[in-house]
Structures are given as C-alpha cells and as structure tokens.
C-alpha cells in the first residue's frame, strides 16, 4: 500500500499505468475524489482506461479512506496544499488535474493557488462559490441523524470506506466536518478566475442536481480565460460514471490539444 508522508499525514495513493509515459510530453494524471468517498471508490470504473494510455495517480484525500485526519479537518485549501506537494513528490507535475464534485473544488483551488502543479484541470461538478441554494439544501442531506434514520445505505458506504482507519463512527464527523466547508468556500469571484492560466475543462451534466441549478458549470467556464464546457445533455452529477465512454473521449482529446499547446481556444 503506498502512503507517503506530507508534513503531519501519511498520505495513501494508488498509481495505475506506465512510471514513465510513453511519450515525453505525455502528461501524468492526478484524480481527486469527491466528499465521503475514496479515490478508487469514485474513479474505479475510469482507471483501466486512463492507465492504457497514461500515468494515473489516485490518492485519498486527507480524512478519507485510508490517508489519516489528525485534526478532524476538513478544508478544499489544505487538501489541494497536500496534492500538490504529493504531484511533486510523485515527480508528476505538472499532471492533468481532475476533480469531481468537491474535488472539483480542490482541483479548482489547486488550479489558483498551485498552479505550479497543474498541466491543465478539469472540474467536473465543482462550484466556485456558495450559492443560496447551497446553503438551503446541503445542512439537511450532510445531517448525520437523518442519514441514519433515511440513508443507511450511505451510513454503510462511509463505515465501509473510512471506518478501518478512522473508526465505525468517523462518518458522523466526516458529515459535520465536509458540510461546515461546503457551507463556507470556495469564494473565488470572477476576478479571481480571471488570473487562471491553466487550460481548464469544466464539465456539469446538464441533469447534475447539485450545480446545474446554479449554472456553476457556466459561471466558472465563462470567468476562466479560454475555458471549455461540456454539459451533457440526460447526465446528472456523476458524469464520469453516467456517460462513461463520452466522458473518455472529451478528457483524452482535451488532454492531447492541452499537450499540443491548444488546451486554451
């Protein structure tokens, strides 16, 4: 199990695929997870095939799976401060940075604040800012007591998941802990997408009942410098999983122009 030390955690990760690409300036891939989940919890039905091609780097993000939580913490800054130092660590950067739902976040974070770190990114289900109806509707879903009376499924999945390493009652701070961030960042206005240099993708299923109200998807795309937006039409929020073989095609190709220098239009 490879785990490597980042300042006060042992960061967990998996890597798929070939050390060294096949070509030089074929870039490796780094996917981060979303709230709740793992990384090959969320990614498992895409790694095969990114690592035909391509070096893929799937860790858990801090509190989550089998990486450690030393202070009960929960924060998209702190999380894309421990990728970035892992990418560098790996001797992967700059990858190609793909975050779903609060990964999105993350990946959005790291594309502002590491961007060092970042050959393109592709935010996939992510929001730049909270929106009323955020705040309206995540307290309910992320109560641990209705999850456990009205989701046990959910309960089961996170005690599944989180529950060697963190214990059978970590998921109730993992709750309190994700909501109390979602409900408070990120807070990147327009002015702030607009310094993004970074190729960036952004991805929303046109059907994802968590941004789509919002036009998250939109609002990020239309701020950030030469962004490119893909909302599939019938798709909810798990675009990767929903509209697997399209979801393929759109990253690899972007993947490609971004490494032909023409990521940003």
């Known amino acids: 199990m490879p785990k490597l030390s980042i300042g006060e955690i042992t960061l ?21 997870h979303g709230s709740t989940s793992t990384g090959r919890n969320d990614w ?3 790694i095969d095939d990114l690592a035909e091609r391509r070096r893929v780097i799937v860790p858990d993000c801090r ?9 009960a ?5 702190e999380m894309a401060a421990d990728l970035a130092e892992l990418t560098r660590r790996l001797d992967a950067a700059p990858a190609h940075i793909v975050g779903h739902s609060n990964g999105g976040n993350v990946a959005l974070v790291m594309t502002l604040e590491e961007a060092g770190v970042v050959a393109s990114a592709t935010i996939q289900a992510g929001n730049a800012y909270v929106s009323p109806d955020l705040l309206d509707r995540e ?11 009205e989701s046990p499924a959910w309960r089961d999945e996170m005690i599944r998941l989180h529950g060697v390493t ?12 994700t909501l109390a961030e979602i409900l408070a960042a990120p807070n990147y206005a327009p002015d702030d997408l607009a310094r993004v240099a ?17 036009g998250h998807g939109a609002f990020i795309a239309r701020h950030i410098p030469g962004a490119q937006l893909w909302r599939p039409a019938t798709v909810g ?29």
């Open 198 to 214: 970074t190729p960036t993708l952004v991805i929303e299923g046109e059907r994802d009942p968590v941004n789509a109200p919002a």
């Open 139 to 149: 307290p309910p879903l992320f109560d641990p007591d209705r999850v456990d009376r």
């Open 166 to 177: 963190h214990g059978p009652e970590y998921w109730r701070t993992l709750l309190r802990i």
């Open 12 to 32: 967990f990760y998996e890597e798929f695929g070939p050390t060294q690409p096949a070509r030089q300036a074929s870039r490796p891939v780094l996917l981060i």
């Open 63 to 71: 509190g989550h799976g089998r990486s450690p939580n030393p202070r």
């Open 73 to 77: 913490s929960y924060a998209f800054r």
């Open 237 to 265: 929020h798990n675009v990767h999983l929903e509209a697997r073989e399209a979801w393929l095609a759109q990253v690899l190709k972007y993947w490609e122009a971004c490494e032909r220098g023409e990521g940003i239009s």
């Open 44 to 46: 498992d039905g895409v």
